[in-house]
């Protein structure tokens, strides 16, 4: 089963995030495709998302990532045969904590697609490895296949 990770960073914790995800689902068989700051066209077709985004300014998605998600909220095209799943990032700090990982779960229901599990929020103020915190929560996105 292939799952295709699509990272949308600021300052590159995201992307580790995603980069470490992949390492772990190669390791128990699955084929990945990894992508830091989708184009519509690359991945538009997968029917497996595992999205790992931060939280942006005040609250926006993270500029690699606004232009796939515009032209997915503009577009006419139905999503039914898409299941995903996220992980944020972001400082509790913020009244718009993960807001980027809420609007682009937003998105992709109303184009029809499936969320597969909980998403992981995870607060960059007291989790100390992001890594390994969403590695923990990897077995509940697998089960969830």
Known sequence: MKVCIISGSTLGTAEYVAEHLADSLKNQGFSTALFHGAQYDDVISEPLWLIVTSTHGAGE?????????????????????????????????????CYAANHIEKILEQKSAVKLCETLKIDVLNVDDPESYSEDWLPLFIRSL
């Open 61 to 97: 998605i993270p500029d690699n990532l606004r232009s796939l998600f515009d032209q997915i909220s503009q577009s006419d095209l139905a999503l039914p045969y898409l299941r995903f799943a996220i992980v944020g990032l972001g400082n509790s700090d913020y009244d718009t904590f």
